[in-house]
Nanobody, 126 residues
Framework: QVQLVESGGGLVQAGGSLRLSCAASGRTFSNYAMGWFRQAPGKEREFVAAVSRYSSVTHYAESVKGRFTISRDNAKNTVYLQMDSLKPEDTAVYYC???????????????????WGQGTQVTVSS
């Protein structure tokens, strides 16, 4: 089992920044690719970003490319999502997830992930 706890969400104005963190516990963190997904009200959960086990590969959704940066610190068992130039359409609950599949289909599919956090709310005001 892997337990994931997100933090860092909140309310920010458009153009601002937030940094989300996801702390993992349980099994060896470096055995898992890590991803961030988000879900806005009335919409399906969508992929945001993913990072491979040792940070050699990252993937981003087109909607966040150039604005968001995913990173991880295996010594701290933590994955981060730095979000800059935020837009109102980035408003959603953000979830981190752990996948035993490294370099999967870009780790973009939710069904590649076995473990999920509880989510953290990000609200971007216009």
């Amino acid at each position: 089992q892997v337990q994931l706890v997100e933090s860092g969400g909140g309310l920010v104005q458009a153009g601002g920044s937030l940094r989300l963190s996801c702390a993992a516990s349980g099994r060896t963190f470096s055995n898992y690719a890590m991803g961030w997904f988000r879900q806005a009200p009335g919409k399906e959960r969508e992929f945001v970003a993913a990072v491979s086990r040792y940070s050699s590969v990252t993937h981003y959704a087109e909607s966040v490319k150039g604005r968001f940066t995913i990173s991880r610190d295996n010594a701290k068992n933590t994955v981060y999502l730095q979000m800059d130039s935020l837009k109102p359409e980035d408003t959603a609950v953000y979830y981190c997830a752990a996948s035993p599949i490294n370099y999967g289909l870009g780790n973009r599919r939710a069904d590649e992930y076995d473990y999920w956090g509880q989510g953290t709310q990000v609200t971007v005001s216009s």
